[in-house]
C-alpha cells in the first residue's frame, strides 16, 4: 500500500511536535529565559524580523555543553505518538523528514530520539570539542532545506506533505503537495493550509495525512 500520492512528509519541530517551544525549554535550563522573552516580545513587536530572531534563539545555547542543551531537549513536552505515527506513514511506504529552522545538532538528537528518516536543519551553528558555537548565516527560509530533502528522497515538491505552525511553513504550503497547519496560533498560518488539525497526537496528523489526497 502506497502513501497515495505521499511518498515523503516533512515536519516542522517547535510547535509542531512540541507543546511548548523548544528553545524556551532550553533557555530555562541554560538560565538564559530573559534572552528567550526579549527576542519572542520583538518579534511580536515587529521591531525584528525572523533572521535576527532565530539568531537570537541559537544565541542562547553558545558556549553551553552540548550534552546540557540534549538533557533540556529531552525534558521538552512533546506530542504523544511521534514514533507510533512515524511508523505508521513507514508501513504505508512514506519516509517522515524534519524540516526545521533549528541546527543540525537538534535534529540529530530528534532522529536519534523518535527515528526520522531525514533532516534539513538551518545548518549554521556547529558543535566543537562539545561545545556549542555561536551561529552563523541565518537562513529562515525552507524552501531551500525542502528541495534538498526532495533531491535525496527523489521526489518532486509536489509529492510531499509539509506538517508545520508558523509563517515559514505556510510559505511552503501552496509550494508542496498538500499543507497541513498543526495547531497553527496565527489565522495566516491556517488560511494558507490544506488541513488544519488540532491533536496532541501525532498518531492522528498520520491518520489524516494518509487520507489527504492530491488538490483538485
Not at 55 to 83: D, H, K, Q, W, Y
Not at 150 to 171: E, F, L, S
Amino acid at each position: 500500500m502506497a502513501l497515495a500520492p505521499w511518498p515523503l512528509v516533512t515536519v516542522d519541530i517547535d510547535g509542531t511536535l512540541t507543546r511548548r517551544h523548544g528553545w524556551e525549554v532550553i533557555a530555562d535550563s541554560l538560565g538564559r529565559r530573559r534572552a528567550f522573552d526579549r527576542t519572542a516580545t520583538a518579534l511580536r513587536a515587529g521591531t525584528i524580523d525572523p533572521d535576527e530572531h532565530l539568531r537570537n534563539l541559537l544565541a542562547i545555547a553558545t558556549g553551553s555543553p552540548l550534552a546540557r542543551v540534549e538533557e533540556a531537549l529531552a525534558t521538552t513536552p512533546f506530542l504523544a505518538g511521534i514514533e507510533d505515527g512515524i511508523s505508521e506513514i513507514h508501513r504505508t511506504g512514506g519516509r517522515v523528514a524534519l524540516l526545521t529552522h533549528n541546527p543540525a545538532y537538534v535534529c540529530r538528537w530528534y532522529v536519534r530520539r523518535f527515528g526520522f528518516d531525514d533532516y534539513e536543519a538551518t545548518d549554521i551553528q556547529e558543535v566543537r570539542d562539545g561545545i556549542v558555537q555561536p551561529p552563523r548565516e541565518i537562513r529562515s527560509d525552507k524552501w531551500p532545506g525542502l528541495e534538498a530533502l526532495a533531491r535525496r528522497a527523489r521526489v518532486p515538491p509536489g509529492r510531499i506533505v509539509h506538517i508545520g505552525d508558523g509563517a515559514a511553513d505556510a510559505a511552503l504550503f501552496p509550494r508542496v503537495g498538500r499543507g497541513v497547519a498543526l495547531n497553527p496560533e496565527q489565522p495566516a498560518v491556517a488560511q494558507a493550509a490544506d488541513l488544519v488539525l488540532r491533536s496532541d497526537d501525532f498518531r492522528e496528523v498520520a491518520g489524516a495525512v494518509g487520507k489527504l489526497g492530491p488538490r483538485p
